[in-house]
């Protein structure tokens, strides 16, 4: 009598859940996101304001903090990946969807969670 066929063998996983090729790609994702913002960021502080008007000021004072907050998420999640946490929701605590994370890899929360921007 033949063997029966096995399951097909699940893809290695880390402690986060993910499997390691995700985890590799999210985090190569995540540190692309992280160069580009450092880059944006150094940009607009060398930025010579002098040609500038005060709604371009006002303008890059909300591009900057935009470009400053979007990196403290990043740093935030790249922290989170190598404390094994990243891809968990903060709020409820369960797995946050593998196309999701691709789709805003430095994203903290899931989609029922994530809080509502004002």
Known sequence: ???????????????????????AQLYDLL?????????????????DTDLGSAVLDELDHGIAAHVSRELAEIEIALLRMSLGTYGTCERCGERIPVARLYDRPHTRFCAPCQPRRR
């Open 1 to 23: 009598m033949p063997a029966s066929p096995s399951a097909p063998a699940r893809p290695p996983t880390d402690p986060d859940g993910l499997s390691a090729v995700d985890r």
């Open 31 to 47: 540190s692309h996101a992280r160069n580009v913002r450092l880059d944006q960021s150094e940009a607009l502080a060398i930025r």
